[in-house]
């Protein structure tokens, strides 16, 4: 087993667990919806935390590729594996977040969106900041990264996901969460 192999596996792991926790609470907000329209409890999912739910999706995916591209720069030690477990762990905590895991307890799920919007979006904006601060650390991928393309997208993805935070317009902050879902479609694209 190889240093990355070492080190991919703890961050593989919650990370994928970060994904099984969105995929489930979509699961469970599907599940009300066909007991709503079957004649239960009145419940609406909306577009919100779905559209928020995807992004995280690609955002993860992101962060997955990046582990990926730094595999070689990866060395194993307790300060190495405790940043993984940290990072990996906020993704977590995000994804957690997105649906509620009492989804009955709302009536519609953008009232939900509304609610932890702010801390999931400021979870990943962190997280954006810790991997520019490593990759800005490491001589050898400085000065790609400083370049005006790899700078301007980060720059637009940080710009509107602090845009999702302070926008309470459901029309707004879907149309926000589209261009972010867009902007890592084009980006996987290329």
Same mark, same amino acid.
């Given at each position: 087993? /190889?240093?990355?192999?070492?080190?991919?596996?703890?961050? =593989?792991?919650?990370?994928?667990? &970060?994904?099984?926790?969105?995929? !489930?609470?979509?699961?469970?907000? #599907?599940?009300?919806?066909?007991?709503?329209? !079957? %004649? %239960? +409890?009145?419940?609406?999912? %909306?577009?919100?935390?779905? =559209? #928020?739910?995807?992004?995280?999706?690609? *955002?993860?995916?992101?962060?997955?590729?990046?582990?990926?591209?730094?595999?070689?720069?990866?060395?194993? &030690?307790?300060?190495?594996?405790?940043?993984?477990?940290?990072?990996?762990?906020?993704?977590?905590? =995000?994804?957690?977040?997105?649906?509620?895991?009492?989804? *009955?307890?709302?009536?519609?799920?953008?009232?939900?969106? +509304?609610?932890?919007?702010?801390?999931?979006?400021?979870?990943? $904006?962190?997280?954006?900041?810790?991997?520019?601060?490593?990759?800005?650390?490491?001589?050898? $991928?400085?000065?790609?990264?400083?370049?005006?393309?790899?700078?301007?997208? /980060?720059?637009?993805?940080? %710009?509107?996901? !602090?845009?999702?935070?302070?926008?309470? &317009?459901?029309?707004?902050?879907?149309?926000?969460?589209?261009?972010?879902? !867009?902007?890592?479609?084009?980006?996987?694209?290329?």
């Amino acid at each position: 087993m /190889t240093e990355f192999e070492f080190v991919f596996l703890l961050y =593989a792991l919650l990370l994928g667990l &970060s994904l099984i926790e969105l995929l !489930a609470g979509m699961g469970r907000a #599907l599940e009300l919806k066909f007991a709503s329209d !079957a %004649g %239960g +409890q009145s419940f609406k999912i %909306g577009w919100l935390t779905p =559209a #928020l739910a995807v992004f995280v999706m690609l *955002d993860l995916l992101s962060f997955w590729i990046f582990a990926w591209r730094v595999r070689d720069l990866m060395t194993v &030690s307790a300060l190495s594996l405790l940043a993984v477990m940290m990072f990996a762990s906020s993704y977590y905590l =995000a994804a957690r977040l997105v649906f509620p895991s009492e989804p *009955d307890r709302f009536a519609d799920l953008d009232t939900h969106y +509304q609610r932890v919007k702010g801390v999931v979006m400021v979870i990943l $904006i962190a997280l954006v900041g810790v991997q520019w601060l490593y990759l800005l650390s490491i001589e050898s $991928i400085r000065d790609g990264l400083l370049t005006p393309l790899a700078a301007g997208m /980060t720059l637009v993805l940080v %710009g509107l996901m !602090a845009a999702v935070i302070f926008v309470r &317009s459901p029309r707004w902050s879907l149309i926000l969460l589209l261009l972010l879902v !867009a902007r890592y479609l084009v980006i996987y694209a290329l």
